[in-house]
C-alpha cells in the first residue's frame, strides 16, 4: 500500500493520495476522496476541520508517505488546501532523498 | 409537605437516567436492585493480575449501540466514561419528556460530577506510547481525557446553553453537582437543570484502591459483620431537575421533590473521615434545615456505606450524632452493595436508587452475606422488598476523600403509579 518515498510520486498522485488520507484518517463519514476539491479550504467554513483533526492529518500524512514533520514545520499556509499540502508533502520527500544521498 | 426553610421556589425531580453494572437504562437498574442481586462479578475491561482483587462492577456490553447515532469521529473522541454520561442524559431528558431545543438554551443548566473522566483513555493511550516507538498515536483517542468531558459531551449533544460545570470532589462530586442544579434552579439561574455523574473503571483506581487494601475479594458488604473493604465500579446518573413553575407549565410530572440540600468539608485529612463525623454531621444539618424536614421526617437513608471497616462505622456514629435512637428505625440503602462505588457518579446513581423507591412506594432488599454488624448495626432491608408510607422522605448521604461531605433531601407525597 505505501510505496517508500523513494519512489518518483507525481503531484496529482500525491494530491489523490492526500485526499484518501484526509476522509480515512479523519473518518469522514460520507465523504468520498473524490469529492475534496484542490483548493477547497480544509479547515473552517471549507471541510471544518478542527485542531484534532490537524493532529491526526500529520500523523496519516506521515504513515502515508514515511516522512516525519516536525511541529515546528507545521504552518497554516501548508495545511489550507490539499494543493499546499501536496507542496508541503513534495518538500518532504526531496528533503527525505537529499538526506538518504548524504549519507551514502 | 413541609414548606421550604428557604426562599424560592420548589424544585420537581422530572426524569432520571442510568447506566450502571446491571445494565444500559432505568429498567435493568431496578430489575437489579428489587431483585436484590449484585452486579460485582469479575472483571473484564482489564487485566487483574497482580492485584488481590479480581471483581468490579463492570458495565456490560452496549457502548458502542449507546454511540451509534453518532458519527465515526465524534465517536472516536469520547472517552468510556462520556459514553455513560451521554446514554444516561438522553434516557433522563426523554424520561422527562423535555424537549431542550423548545427552551430557551441559556436557562437550561448542567452539573455533572466526575472522579476519572477519560482517565481510562488515558492509561491505554499510554500504555500504547511506550511501545509505539517513533510512531505516533492518533490524538482523538485522548480528546475527552479531562473531567469536563461527560459534561461537555452531554451539553453538545442536548444543545445545553447555560451554566456547565464539572465537580471532581471524589466521592461527593456527583452529590455537590445536585446540590449546585439546586441553587442554580432556585436563585432563577435556570429554571431546569441536567444533574448527576459519570465515572467509568480505570487501572489507576482499580490499583489504587488495591494499593490502599481498601477493597473486599468478594462482593462488598456494607454494615455487615464480614465486610473487608469496597468494589469499584462503574456507570452514571443523571436527574432532570425543574422548578415547579416551569414543569407545572408544560405539564410535566414531578417523580419527587429536591427538598433541600447541604455539604461541607472536614477540613481533617486527605482520606481519613473526621473520626467524630462532625463534617458530615454539618452536612446532614444543614440539608435537613435546607429542606425544612425534621428529624422526624426522614424514612430513609440512603447511605455512602463503602464497606470499608473504618468508613461504616465512624459513618455510623455521624448518623447516631444527628438522629439518635431513632437512627434504629430509619430504614438504610446501601446502594454500593448492589453495583459497588461509582466514586463520582455514586452519589448520582444512589439518589437515582432513592428516587425508584419513592416512585416505586417500596424500598428494594439488600443483598447480604453475614450478618448485621453491632457496631454500626444499619436497619438493612433483607429479604424482600419494604413498603413506604407517603408522604416519604429520603435522606442520600456521600462523604469523600478530603473530608467533602455532602446531604441530599428528597421528598414525596405518593408513588408513581398511585
Known amino acids: 500500500m505505501n510505496p517508500s518515498p523513494r519512489d518518483k510520486a507525481s503531484t496529482a498522485d500525491i494530491r489523490t493520495r492526500i485526499k484518501r488520507v484526509i476522509v480515512e484518517s479523519l473518518m469522514l463519514e460520507g465523504l468520498t476522496p473524490e469529492e475534496i476539491g484542490d483548493d477547497q479550504a480544509l479547515f473552517g467554513e471549507g471541510l471544518g476541520l478542527d485542531s484534532v483533526d490537524a493532529l491526526e492529518l500529520v500523523l496519516g500524512l506521515e504513515s502515508e508517505f514515511g516522512i516525519k514533520v516536525k511541529s515546528e514545520q507545521l504552518d497554516r499556509e501548508a495545511f489550507s488546501n490539499v494543493n499546499a499540502l501536496a507542496g508541503f508533502v513534495e518538500r518532504h520527500l526531496e528533503l527525505a532523498g537529499s538526506m538518504r544521498a548524504a549519507r551514502k | ?418
Open chain 2, 1 to 418: 409537605m413541609a414548606a421550604n426553610a428557604r426562599s424560592g421556589p420548589r424544585i420537581w425531580v422530572t426524569g432520571l437516567g442510568a447506566v450502571t453494572p446491571f445494565g444500559w437504562g432505568m429498567e435493568a437498574f431496578a430489575r437489579g436492585l428489587y431483585e436484590g442481586r449484585t452486579a460485582i462479578r469479575p472483571l473484564s475491561l482489564f487485566s487483574t493480575d497482580g492485584h488481590r482483587t479480581r471483581i468490579a462492577g463492570e458495565v456490560p456490553a452496549g457502548l458502542e449501540d449507546a454511540l451509534a447515532h453518532l458519527p465515526p469521529k465524534q465517536r472516536a473522541r469520547l472517552s468510556r466514561t462520556d459514553g455513560f454520561a451521554l446514554a444516561a442524559a438522553r434516557e433522563a431528558a426523554a424520561s422527562a419528556e423535555l424537549e431542550l431545543s423548545e427552551h430557551g438554551r441559556p436557562s437550561v443548566g448542567l452539573f455533572v460530577g466526575s472522579s476519572t473522566g477519560g482517565m481510562l483513555e488515558g492509561e491505554r493511550f499510554f500504555g500504547d506510547l511506550r511501545t509505539a516507538g517513533n510512531r505516533r498515536l492518533a490524538a482523538s483517542r485522548i480528546a475527552s481525557q479531562q473531567h469536563s468531558g461527560p459534561a461537555d459531551a452531554i451539553a453538545r449533544a442536548l444543545g445545553i446553553g447555560g451554566p456547565v460545570v464539572t465537580f471532581s470532589s471524589a466521592c461527593s462530586a456527583a452529590g455537590m453537582a445536585i446540590e449546585a442544579a439546586l441553587r442554580s434552579l432556585r436563585s432563577g439561574e435556570t429554571e431546569v437543570a441536567l444533574a448527576g455523574g459519570a465515572d467509568s473503571l480505570c487501572e489507576l483506581t482499580y490499583a489504587g484502591f488495591n494499593s490502599l487494601r481498601a477493597v473486599d475479594e468478594q462482593p462488598c458488604r456494607p454494615f455487615q459483620t464480614g465486610r473487608k473493604g469496597l468494589s469499584l465500579g462503574e456507570g452514571s446518573g443523571v436527574l432532570v431537575l425543574e422548578t415547579e413553575t416551569h414543569a407545572r407549565g408544560r405539564g410535566a410530572r414531578a417523580l419527587a421533590e429536591l427538598a433541600g440540600a447541604g455539604s461541607s468539608c472536614d477540613a481533617h485529612h486527605m482520606t481519613a473521615p473526621d473520626p467524630l463525623g462532625e463534617g458530615l454531621v454539618l452536612a446532614i444539618e444543614k440539608a435537613l434545615t435546607d429542606a425544612g424536614v425534621d428529624l422526624e421526617d426522614i424514612d430513609v437513608i440512603n447511605a455512602h456505606g463503602t464497606a470499608t471497616p473504618l468508613n461504616d462505622v465512624a459513618e455510623w456514629k455521624a448518623l447516631e450524632r444527628v438522629f439518635g435512637a431513632r437512627l434504629a428505625r430509619i430504614a438504610i440503602q446501601p446502594t454500593k452493595s448492589n453495583v459497588g462505588h461509582l466514586l463520582g457518579a455514586c452519589g448520582a446513581v444512589e439518589a437515582v436508587a432513592a428516587l425508584l423507591a419513592l416512585t416505586q412506594g417500596s424500598l428494594p432488599p439488600t443483598p447480604t452475606v453475614d450478618a448485621v454488624d453491632p457496631e454500626c448495626p444499619a436497619n438493612l432491608v433483607i429479604g424482600a422488598a419494604r413498603a413506604l408510607s407517603y408522604p416519604a422522605t429520603v435522606l442520600s448521604v456521600n462523604l469523600a476523600f478530603g473530608g467533602a461531605n455532602v446531604a441530599l433531601v428528597f421528598r414525596s407525597d405518593k408513588p408513581e403509579s398511585s
